[in-house]
């Protein structure tokens, strides 16, 4: 009898689970079991496993009863990244490798018929959770995954295109030992810092003509992370300032980098070349909840976790299906979303930079001097009730975005260029975060009573507050607004104008 143990991860939200595949080779009829509650990807592992051990000139132990076990065997396996560890234990196990070699290494990819090692799904997010309950442990991937999770700059990950290359390496006199991606291989690579990337990032605000009010609150918006919902009627410029936003907006930070990759690499979408680049997601209007929020077995992320630290852009608001928007609310207040199973729990980060747009009534005329709206009372009431009361309570700011006239088209003037817009929102930002550690729009209660407000704009957010019967939430949002707005103005305390623009732009109505 022969016994090998790999060590692998499996991968549950933004967690990644140790998983250690254990092999037993025993005498008995020939049989290749594979147990520990795995998903049907994995169990048909044993085909390819067999067949890629005896393409690679190796020798499959066929007259062997062969009992593969994942263990803990409560926990959900999928996807085959658990071809490469098998197959690694079941040589191992029948002395074809060094088995002590193996304790060393964490092993995980799919497996070819020939023997050729296919990338992984999250290979980054695996690696950056799994390295806390492997610390020690140097990390064996295809290439094309250890591409990925090579941009952790201290990183211990080595490639190898070739269940052949692996057993070579592994072998009691290897000699051709596996290509370790060294650290600093995104600067090897000649891939940006975020501070480089987050330059001239999308389309320029230059390009907008006109609307100075607009152009105004994307700015606010940018430098303190708020949410933002424009009216307006059809062809006003609503999705070309969105478009631009992204180019307002500061330079992600490393960390914040390092967690957008995450996401995006959980989900299959990374790309080195993406890296502190901030994320733009713009979902059509028929996504379901799931799609929006995340869902599925195992869970999924959403567009709000794909848009983390990034921009998520949600055109033609009211068509979104009613129980989708109003899964939105939690993510909003806390950042995150966590989404309950029978047996277990994801959660994914959410932080992301909300704008959406929406026409004032279905035909989008209503209130525009240069066409005529055509709906019934009743249909503009029943079409603005799609938001909910609540939704828009957690909305920071709206904004009418009107038609220009053909006159105002052709020789408005352009205004500012999005560089010089997004570098004073990247002053303001670092103001906010230098006195309180974040950015405005996550300022808590407390922070929010130590805010340094003078005595007229106090009494002008009560006046306003009593008078419209504001919400706790609108009063802190104002607040928060109106931080944001000193801090573009440079200013060391709140002031009346900082306020009245704030109240003006959280509840355009009542100004």
């Not at 062997?64 to 658990?82: E, T, Y």
């Not at 599925?296 to 033609?316: K, N, V, W, Y």
């Not at 993510?331 to 932080?351: C, D």
């Not at 038609?403 to 088209?409: I, K, R, T, V, W």
């Amino acid at each position: 009898m022969s016994f090998a143990q790999v060590h692998s991860c499996t991968v549950w939200g933004l967690k990644a689970p140790a998983v250690t595949v254990e092999v037993h080779l025993a005498n008995g009829l020939p049989q290749f079991a594979l147990v520990g509650l795995a998903d049907t990807e994995v169990r048909e592992a044993r085909e390819r496993v067999r067949s890629a051990i005896l393409n690679s000139g190796l020798v499959f132990p066929s007259n062997k009863r062969i009992i593969v076990n994942l263990a803990p065997a409560d926990l959900p396996k999928d996807s085959g990244r658990f071809d490469l560890p098998i197959a690694i234990g079941i040589l191992a196990a029948s002395e074809q490798i060094d088995g002590q070699a193996l304790q060393h290494y964490v092993f995980a990819g799919e497996l070819s018929l020939s023997g050729e090692l296919r990338p992984v799904r999250a290979a980054l997010a695996m690696l950056l959770a799994g390295r806390q309950h492997l610390p020690d442990l140097a990390w064996v991937l295809p290439a094309q995954s250890a591409e990925e999770a090579a941009v952790l700059q201290d990183a211990r990950v080595y490639q190898a295109s070739h269940l052949r290359d692996v057993v070579q390496a592994l072998a009691p006199a290897g000699s051709a030992p596996l290509q370790l991606q060294a650290a600093g291989w995104c600067k090897q690579h000649g891939l940006a810092s975020p501070t480089e990337a987050a330059s001239a990032q999308g389309p320029d605000l230059q390009d907008v003509r006109g609307q100075a009010g607009p152009k105004r609150a994307l700015e606010i918006a940018a430098a303190g992370g708020h949410s933002l919902l424009m009216r307006g009627p059809p062809g006003s410029g609503k999705s070309m300032l969105a478009q631009r936003m992204l180019g307002l907006l500061p330079a992600m930070a490393p960390h914040e980098a390092l967690e957008s990759a995450a996401v995006l690499s959980l989900a299959g979408q990374f790309q080195p070349a993406m890296w502190g680049k901030r994320p733009y997601r713009q979902p059509h209007h028929s996504a379901t909840m799931a799609a929006l929020v995340g869902g599925g077995a195992p869970p999924r992320p959403g567009e709000i976790s794909l848009a983390h630290h990034g921009l998520l852009f949600l055109d033609e608001l009211p068509e979104f299906p009613k129980m989708a928007l109003e899964a939105l609310r939690e993510p909003l207040e806390n950042g995150r979303i966590s989404l309950s199973r029978a047996k277990h729990q994801a959660e994914f980060p959410a932080q992301f930079q909300w704008i959406a747009a929406m026409n004032p009534c279905p035909c989008g005329y209503f209130g525009a001097s240069q066409a005529t709206c055509g709906c019934a009372p009743d249909q503009i009431t029943r079409y603005r009730a799609r938001l909910s009361g609540p939704l828009l309570d957690r909305i920071d700011m709206q904004v009418q975005v009107a038609a220009l006239s053909p006159q105002e088209l052709m020789h408005a003037p352009s205004g500012e260029s999005s560089a010089v817009v997004q570098a004073r929102c990247q002053q303001a930002r670092e103001r906010a975060l230098d006195r309180r550690g974040v950015s405005n729009h996550r300022l808590s209660a407390a922070q929010l009573q130590a805010l340094c407000i003078d005595d007229n704009a106090q009494r002008y957010v009560q006046q306003q507050a009593s008078q419209y019967a504001w919400s706790a939430r609108t009063i802190h949002r104002v607040l928060r607004l109106a931080q944001t707005i000193a801090d573009l103005a440079q200013s060391d305390q709140i002031g009346l104008s900082h306020a009245m623009q704030a109240a003006f732009f959280k509840m355009p109505t009542q100004a």
